[in-house]
């Protein structure tokens, strides 16, 4: 491969580019996990077949791409440049892609994605709500590039960004530019991180240690995606970014911390490493400049605490995953007693796109003034994960201080079956649940702060009024105590004794006081706990007792689950619209449905055992749940 230098990277861009308007169309299929559990691997292999088949290949070119976003409606394929969406596709479908779209001229309409009132197929990608009010930066590559080739990225202006800083620039322009852009950690914390590089630069200065950068994917809230996709589908972003973070602050070594229940973006990460060492941007004398940096991967184990800092640090060293005091910061002190720079995937993968378009342009998007504070607001884009009960889930990238309705309702197209909105977790396992009356508040850092819940990583799972919100909060404590390290007393008891509370009440053992313990035993976790873990936990209990309180009342002082969830409080009984077709008899697991044909059937109330599947698959509402 030949080596990229300063004078031909633009050459290299230009002819990938050149290449690629070669032909009438490009055919991307969606590989990202989601897409590749649905068969699109088998899809992409078919789609090839026919195209090679028809002798197509000089004028189709079939590409893998990472993620595409629209996950709930793979696997997918969009014809480019012309945006023409597919959905939901069967190996089937692509023979007739070829012959009615490709050599037709017919997009094939049965296959699109339809408006979810009129039910009128939509062309193009673009025309879909779900991506009109996007906008797109840390993702701006999705769908778009072959996260296997680095030419596909140097096509996107790829690497130009460290072309320009390493050529022409310095580190100080590059730190300069993105504490103007006042960018606040996409990993739940949100620090500013040109305060944080900067903090690290003063340490290096001080110590005389050499910097580390390191980047945390390590993600592991329920629900959450983000950062896997992004590596997913463009890794080659994080690397530039990777490579402009230590550029700024002097570090010739850097590491990816990325949890092994993540194969395909570990393997292409793996891919991307090796094809940017190959083609001289990692290394030492990138592009030909006095400047030297390379990365190694470091898989983690799965543990969710390890998503912490200085648990991340500790693991990293081969020590166990668990967190120190915060009286010295990473920066100062960090992986190896090294000043440390660790931001998570999303920030690393923003920083190409603020260096090349400046940090003022990226400042202007959000809310809040960072002209002379980067803590007085939330700038740029977050990306989502958005998931539940919801008709469009996905992963989606939306500026700061768009509103819960708007990602929800108009990205998310609402909720499905008519059902009401009741909720939405934000900010992972650790984040508050976020009631209707708060629809319409900014999505920002702080917003969501004082709401009681957290931006986090970027969880968002949506609830409607099937739930039981005590129920959720006994969910998200089960996880958190399972994944507390033990290390302090606050967490580690405090998760347990505010589990087993929940665990009573839900079952129907309540008792008056308990709600007083809840608050109690949160309070001291927040204050007590060694880490940011512990001193989260508690979100899930505070914010559904300042918002759902009734709830609470209604298990403890009634024996009543008005979310109709927790079975020891729930009867299932068939009422006089039973015509007998015994579907739900066949079903029932413990056959505890009994009655003849055409005739209004019984529940046995000793055999059943609350399952559910009688109400799921009752055509006639004729079952009562109370």
Not at 318 to 334: D, L
């Amino acid at each position: 491969m030949t080596q990229i230098n300063f004078s031909n990277l633009g050459a290299a861009a230009t002819a990938e580019q050149k290449r690629l308007a070669g032909y009438k169309a490009m055919l991307m299929v969606c590989t990202g996990t989601g897409c590749v559990s649905a068969k699109a691997f088998s899809l992409l292999d078919n789609l090839k077949e026919e195209i090679s088949k028809r002798d197509l290949d000089k004028d189709f070119l079939v590409v893998g791409t990472g993620c595409n976003g629209f996950c709930g409606q793979g696997p997918i394929l969009v014809v480019q440049p012309e945006g023409v969406f597919y959905q939901r596709l069967k190996k089937t479908d692509m023979a007739r892609i070829v012959e009615e779209h490709l050599i037709g001229g017919k997009p094939v309409e049965d296959l699109m994605h339809r408006d979810l009132s009129s039910n009128k197929p939509i062309h193009k990608m673009d025309d879909i709500p779900f991506f009109s009010k996007q906008k797109l930066i840390a993702l701006r590559n999705k769908g778009l590039v072959d996260p296997e080739n680095i030419d596909s990225y140097f096509a996107r202006n790829g690497y130009m960004a460290l072309k320009e800083a390493l050529e022409k620039g310095s580190p100080k322009s590059v730190l300069d530019e993105v504490k103007t852009s006042a960018l606040r950690g996409r990993g739940g914390g949100g620090f500013p991180a040109g305060v944080k590089w900067a903090s690290c630069m003063a340490a290096v200065e001080k110590t005389g240690k050499e910097p580390v950068v390191v980047c945390n994917a390590d993600e592991g809230d329920p629900g959450a995606f983000m950062d896997r996709s992004i590596i997913e589908t463009d890794p080659h972003t994080v690397l530039e970014g990777m490579c402009l973070g230590a550029y700024a602050i002097g570090a010739k070594e850097g590491f990816v911390y990325i949890r092994k229940e993540y194969p395909l973006a570990v393997t292409r990460l793996e891919k991307a490493i090796s094809q940017a060492r190959d083609r001289g941007l990692l290394g030492d004398g990138i592009m030909g400049s006095d400047f030297s940096f390379d990365i190694i991967i470091h898989r983690g184990a799965g543990a969710f605490v390890c998503g912490e800092s200085t648990a991340l640090m500790a693991s990293m060293e081969g020590r166990a995953g668990e967190p120190s005091p915060k009286y010295i910061h990473n920066v100062e002190s960090g992986y190896k007693d090294r000043p440390t720079v660790l931001n998570n995937v999303e920030t690393w993968a923003n920083i190409p796109v603020i260096v090349d378009k400046g940090g003022k342009w990226f400042a202007a998007i959000g809310t809040g003034d960072v002209s002379k504070d980067p803590w007085g607001g939330s700038s740029g884009t977050k990306v989502f994960s958005l998931v539940g009960n919801i008709n469009n889930t996905g992963l989606v990238e939306v500026p700061m201080g768009i509103t819960m309705r708007e990602i929800i309702f108009d990205v998310g197209g609402g909720i499905p079956d008519g059902r009401e909105f009741k909720a939405v977790q934000t900010g992972g396992p650790s984040g508050g649940c976020l009631p209707a009356s708060l629809l319409d508040e900014p999505v920002d850092f702080d917003t969501l702060t004082r709401a009681g819940s957290m931006m986090g990583s970027g969880g968002m799972i949506v609830m409607d009024d099937h739930t039981c919100m005590v129920d959720v909060a006994k969910y998200f404590m089960e996880f958190l105590k399972d994944e507390s390290c033990g290390k302090c007393n606050p967490c580690r008891e405090g998760t347990v004794t505010l589990y087993g509370i929940l665990d009573r009440i839900t079952s129907g053992k309540g008792v008056k006081g308990d709600i007083d313990e809840l608050e109690r035993i949160s309070r001291v976790m927040e204050a007590g706990s060694l880490c940011q873990l512990g001193a989260t936990a508690c979100n899930p209990v505070l914010s559904t007792l300042r918002y759902f309180r009734e709830e609470y009342d209604a298990h403890i002082d009634e024996k009543r689950c008005p979310g109709k969830v927790c079975k020891d409080l729930i009867t299932f009984t068939i009422n006089d619209e039973c015509n007998g077709c015994m579907v739900c008899a066949k079903r029932c697991p413990t056959n505890a449905i009994s009655g003849e044909k055409k005739a209004k059937h019984t529940i046995d109330q000793k055999e059943c055992i609350k399952c559910g599947i009688c109400n799921d698959v009752c055509k006639y509402d004729a079952v009562n749940v109370e």
